[in-house]
């Protein structure tokens, strides 16, 4: 046998080998990653008033309140845009805006601090969609308190948990987490 072919064929049979050796073993319990553009659609379904559950806000308890919305999300802009308003009608109403930046899930937040972070979704397995940080806009010192990242869980169709990372002197310190409820 010519040299060459033996190693051209040890070669093949290596890269096959290692191929097959590092490829993700997928079982019926991981489920496929989400695209954005499908995370994107799936944002879109929560169109309406959602009421909390229950949450902490960096730190402290929320009361449970059926009564007033606390979360609303509306589609806009033609379909290209989901506006969620965080604390309707409260003094430290805040609002963030959803769409798609060629491939890529965005997310601006104009927050009750003043700040404006924006995230990029990440890969998102199953129900959960993650957010992590690219950039804060009007944020006069580095070490302000920020948001920093965020995720939406979808624990079925109208129930919703969302959760807000925070940071301050560039150190997490905790953050906020809502479970809330669409009623129909």
């Not at 948990?161 to 997490?172: F, L, M, S």
């Amino acid at each position: 046998m010519n040299p060459l072919n033996t190693t051209t064929i040890c070669l093949l049979t290596l890269l096959v080998i290692s191929g097959c050796s590092t490829a993700q073993k997928q079982d019926a319990s991981t489920p496929e990653p989400v695209t954005a553009q499908a995370n994107y659609e799936r944002i879109k379904t929560l169109t309406g008033d959602w009421y909390l559950v229950r949450g902490i806000r960096l730190g402290v308890e929320l009361d449970a309140n059926y009564e007033e919305p606390f979360l609303s999300y509306s589609v806009s802009s033609g379909g290209h845009s989901v506006v969620e308003v965080l604390f309707v009608d409260k003094p430290n109403e805040m609002t963030s805006v959803y769409y798609m930046d060629s491939d890529r899930l965005m997310m601006d937040h104009f927050c009750s601090l003043g700040n404006q972070p924006r995230m990029v979704a990440v890969t998102g397995w199953g129900n959960d969609i993650p957010f992590e940080l690219v950039s804060v806009s009007n944020m006069a010192n580095e070490n302000d308190l920020h948001i920093s990242s965020h995720s939406l869980e979808f624990d079925g169709p109208d129930q919703l948990t969302v959760r807000w990372g925070a940071t301050e002197n560039q150190e997490p310190m905790g953050g906020s987490v809502y479970t809330v409820k669409r009623i129909k």
